[in-house]
């Protein structure tokens, strides 16, 4: 699956685990996801490349027990089928 594509799937996952999205320049810094006042905020550094933008979010889903994990496996492993 292309980047930008699995990114798009990964970010509804997200929105239907709760999170609202953001997607703001953040100049590398590692910081990606967190609770504010019981809002669950999901940061997307603009100032990533796609697939390291694809790992900073998958790697917020993969802590969080209220996300999907058989579909966010299904997600991420498309891209390993498709380089194979």
């Known amino acids: ?23 703001e320049w953040l100049e590398g810094v590692s910081f990606a996801g967190c609770r504010l006042g019981g809002r669950k905020l999901l940061f997307v550094d603009l100032a990533l490349e796609t697939p390291e933008q694809v790992e900073q979010v998958a790697q917020v889903l993969l802590s969080d027990p209220e996300v999907d994990q058989h579909r966010l496996a299904q997600i991420l492993g498309s891209s390993d089928k498709q380089a194979a």
Request: positive net charge.
């Open 1 to 23: 699956m292309h980047p930008v594509r699995q990114l798009k799937q990964l970010l509804l996952l997200a929105q239907q685990a709760g999170y609202q999205i953001r997607q």
